[in-house]
């Protein structure tokens, strides 16, 4: 991506994961546009209470595709999520922990600010 994208801030988002690679363009920052169905803008810490209940819903992000050169997640790793399914979770009482600085603006069109800084890990 050659322009630099907002936190929730207003802020130029901060790198949320390399190892593993995230984000939708795997470049480690939950960076998105418009070929990004899925809005992956929620730089989240995982829980297994959340990855099993991703599994639960179609998405299995712990077992590892070496196909697709992914490793399976386990619970601490750093990943970005589609705000909807982190909404869903939330809806669930599942939500894993988030990085607000990591969070990309666009996820606020999904998830409201207030909702989002009560799971936040990097708020002083």
Same mark, same amino acid.
């Given at each position: 991506?050659?322009?630099?994208?907002?936190?929730? !801030?207003? /802020?130029?988002?901060?790198?949320?994961?390399?190892?593993?690679?995230?984000?939708?363009? +795997?470049?480690?920052?939950?960076? #998105?546009? /418009?070929?990004?169905?899925?809005?992956?803008?929620? %730089?989240?810490?995982?829980?297994?209470?959340? =990855?099993?209940?991703?599994?639960? +819903?179609?998405?299995? =992000?712990? #077992?590892?595709?070496?196909?697709?050169?992914?490793?399976?997640? *386990? /619970?601490?790793? $750093? @990943? %970005?999520? %589609?705000? /909807? +399914? @982190?909404?869903?979770?939330?809806?669930?009482?599942?939500?894993?922990?988030? !990085? =607000?600085? *990591? #969070?990309?603006? *666009?996820?606020? *069109?999904?998830?409201? =600010?207030?909702?989002?800084?009560?799971?936040?890990?990097?708020? $002083?």
């Amino acid at each position: 991506m050659s322009d630099k994208q907002l936190n929730v !801030f207003d /802020e130029v988002i901060e790198v949320c994961c390399t190892n593993p690679i995230t984000g939708f363009y +795997r470049d480690g920052f939950c960076h #998105t546009d /418009e070929f990004d169905r899925g809005m992956h803008v929620v %730089c989240a810490k995982v829980t297994n209470d959340f =990855l099993n209940f991703s599994k639960s +819903r179609g998405n299995d =992000l712990s #077992t590892p595709r070496p196909d697709l050169n992914f490793p399976g997640l *386990k /619970e601490g790793d $750093s @990943w %970005c999520l %589609c705000a /909807e +399914r @982190w909404k869903e979770a939330h809806d669930n009482n599942c939500a894993p922990p988030i !990085f =607000l600085k *990591k #969070t990309n603006k *666009k996820t606020l *069109k999904i998830i409201d =600010l207030d909702i989002l800084k009560d799971f936040a890990l990097d708020l $002083s």
